[in-house]
């Protein structure tokens, strides 16, 4: 008993540093770390390997011979990493759950297919399959667009979740969908009935850590609105403070996620199996959405949006100036938000005008147009989503936001960039507009620039020029042209661009006679002639010194190295090839691919030539000495070979 005991540790022992061996080797030669699983079946399969190559030319055909103990290591190894190199290429590391996530793979897999086949059945009940998109500049092309458009938002609806969010997305961007599908898709409408008030009062009390009735006084369980995300209820604080309490889904967080892979899924399917898909890139725009939605649904992001937001109001002039609700914060957590209540009729509901006359309209227009742009030039914290359902206008006139899931954000330097552009764009400086956009944004090395100058010329003198109206194709057009030109927008100025022109359809929403071209103009101009006042002038000088003041300190030392080496004859210029990391990545990885590729030939060869041979001593009656090396060489150009496929398909995939 006891001999079968230290027999059975002896092979255990042995196999543990066979498979310690074979990771080791497997990481160094592929550059991968390997997963336990892998390297079990490798370790398997090559010991399989093996035994199946001593049982076909060793046992009982000849003895055994020292020598072929190089050449059955080799067969291990061989079998091993010609393995791990297929399941690298035909199953990548992670796409297969581990074990313990099988159930919860097969249950999520399960709810997905079920809502593909539901999104599926409402896609054709409304007409949206198949779909292709008409391009045409016609007044057939535009009718068959506004079908198409019609059908969407239908789809979209019947579909609800995280489709209604998706639609709403959709209706603000200018830069890649027709007029029609924006029209259509800015009446969207989350038509869907209340959470039952049971579950609503559980997660409240779950999240605020006690009943309802501890934190408030009044609490009215019939929602003022109820959306496809989250509800809002009326509520009186224990100090008596009327507040709105915005109420996560119960059970939604599942449910958002669901959608949001399928969105994904099929956003990468239309990419590469149609060229509208590639052409409006529309996973990118699927995985933007998703980390939109996600941060959306996380109510202390929105808290934290509406403290940013509320302290650079404060230091606006009153005639930029926009209300924002205050918030509890001791009250609010990922799942709930509790605001103050404003009084008052959103932009979106007919009695928001019945109290207002058009010239009070007019003014409560230039107010918005203004802070608006304070907010993105000055603030770097700017209401992305300013659609009329998200503004509030008091009694007493007053502008109060809401919202504020989407929430732009930019550092000083892109301030200043997106700040120099939409001036320029407002003034219809033609040559200060081409500055400014071009250097914001990367040039393609092939692109005419002297052309593209040109063109932007053109489109601001017509767009711009005397007598022009600015409207959201303006903003559409801009794009559009800068993406024919292979030139891609930062997403920070196409989130500035999306936000102003959302601006621009509530402005004309709110007074339909705005002139938001002359009354931008007019704002970039007192903008150029505030920079000019002494203050101002003092202000600039001063911030440009301090930023230059280490610079200067630096100066006279390096004037002084600089100087001494002209003397001494020892002056020279160091230029570096190669200076980017990503081009000696590059060209690192293609001469080891090559050099690799070489010997791995050469091995070949070498190994054929020995293999054919018949002299050198005898090792076994069947094999001489040269015969074991050409298999050797055999096992080493195949593995050799087999890092060269594993590269080949892994530079691919990172492409």
């Not at 979740?161 to 259509?184: M, N």
């Not at 915005?246 to 994904?264: A, E, F, N, S, T």
Request: glycine share 8%; hydrophobic share 50%; charged share 20%.
């Amino acid at each position: 008993m006891g001999a079968i005991i230290w027999e059975l540790l002896l092979v255990g022992i042995i196999t543990i540093v066979f498979m310690m061996v074979l990771a080791g080797f497997a990481r160094r030669f592929l550059g991968v770390r390997i997963g336990l699983i892998r390297l079990v079946i490798a370790g398997v399969l090559g010991l399989g390997a093996e035994v199946g190559f001593e049982s076909q030319f060793v046992w009982g055909k000849q003895q055994y011979s020292l020598a072929l103990l190089p050449l059955q290591f080799g067969i291990i190894l061989f079998v091993a990493v010609a393995f791990l190199v297929l399941a690298e290429i035909l199953v990548p590391p992670g796409s297969i759950p581990r074990p313990d996530q099988w159930l919860p793979s097969l249950t999520s897999r399960f709810e997905r297919t079920r809502r593909y086949a539901e999104i599926s059945r409402i896609a054709l009940r409304q007409g949206l399959v198949p779909f292709r998109l008409n391009t045409e500049p016609t007044a057939a092309g535009s009718a068959e667009r506004t079908r198409q458009a019609r059908a969407l938002r239908g789809a979209l609806e019947s579909a609800g979740g995280a489709f209604v969010k998706l639609g709403q997305l959709l209706s603000t961007r200018t830069d890649i969908l027709p007029v029609e599908f924006l029209a259509e898709l800015s009446q969207l409408q989350q038509r869907v009935p209340p959470a039952k008030w049971t579950d609503v009062r559980a997660l409240l009390e779950a999240e605020l850590a006690g009943s309802v009735e501890e934190h408030f006084s009044s609490f009215d369980e019939t929602p003022l609105a109820a959306a496809s995300i989250g509800q809002v209820h009326r509520a009186t604080l224990k100090t008596g403070e009327r507040v709105a309490v915005k109420v996560q889904r119960p059970g939604i967080i599942p449910l958002i996620d669901r959608d949001i892979d399928i969105m994904i899924r099929l956003a990468t399917q239309f990419e590469r199996t149609t060229a509208w898909g590639k052409d409006l890139g529309v996973q990118g725009l699927a995985e933007t959405f998703a980390a939109s939605l996600r941060d959306e649904v996380d109510y202390r992001i929105e808290a934290g949006n509406m403290a940013a937001m509320a302290l650079t109001q404060a230091k606006h002039n009153d005639d930029e100036r926009v209300g924002i609700p205050r918030h509890f914060a001791q009250l609010c957590t990922s799942k709930v938000l509790v605001m103050e209540l404003v009084d008052g009729d959103t932009l979106s509901d007919p009695r928001a005008f019945l109290v207002h006359s058009a010239a009070e309209r007019d003014e409560q227009a230039g107010r918005l147009l203004r802070s608006t742009l304070t907010q993105i030039i000055d603030d770097g914290v700017f209401h992305a989503d300013l659609h009329p359902g998200n503004i509030i206008l008091r009694p007493d006139g007053e502008i109060v936001l809401l919202d504020f899931g989407s929430v732009g954000r930019l550092d000083s330097q892109l301030r200043a960039q997106i700040g120099a552009v939409l001036l320029a764009f407002y003034r219809g400086d033609a040559g200060a507009f081409t500055d400014a956009l071009l250097a914001f944004v990367e040039l393609p090395d092939e692109i005419d620039e002297t052309s593209l100058r040109r063109q932007i010329g053109v489109f601001v003198a017509t767009r711009l020029g005397p007598g022009a109206s600015l409207d959201v194709t303006v903003f559409t057009e801009m794009v559009r042209m800068l993406t024919e030109n292979r030139i891609a927008v930062p997403s920070e100025l196409a989130t500035a661009f999306r936000a102003v022109a959302t601006v621009e359809g509530t402005l004309r929403h709110l007074s339909p006679g705005f002139d938001m071209l002359s009354a931008a103009g007019a704002f970039a101009q007192d903008r150029i002639k505030r920079s000019f006042t002494p203050g101002a002038a003092f202000t600039g000088v001063r911030d440009e010194f301090l930023s230059l003041a280490p610079l200067i300190r630096r100066l006279p030392t390096r004037i002084d190295r600089i100087t001494g080496a002209l003397v001494d004859g020892r002056f020279s210029v160091n230029v570096r090839l190669f200076a980017d990391r990503r081009d000696r990545t590059l060209v690192r990885s293609l001469v080891n691919l090559v050099v690799v590729a070489f010997m791995a030939g050469t091995f070949g060869i070498m190994a054929a030539m020995l293999l054919i041979s018949d002299g050198g001593p005898v090792v076994t009656p069947t094999l001489s000495l040269f015969q074991v090396f050409g298999y050797l060489l055999v096992v080493l150009s195949g593995l050799l070979t087999l890092r060269v496929l594993f590269d080949v398909f892994r530079l691919q995939r990172t492409e």
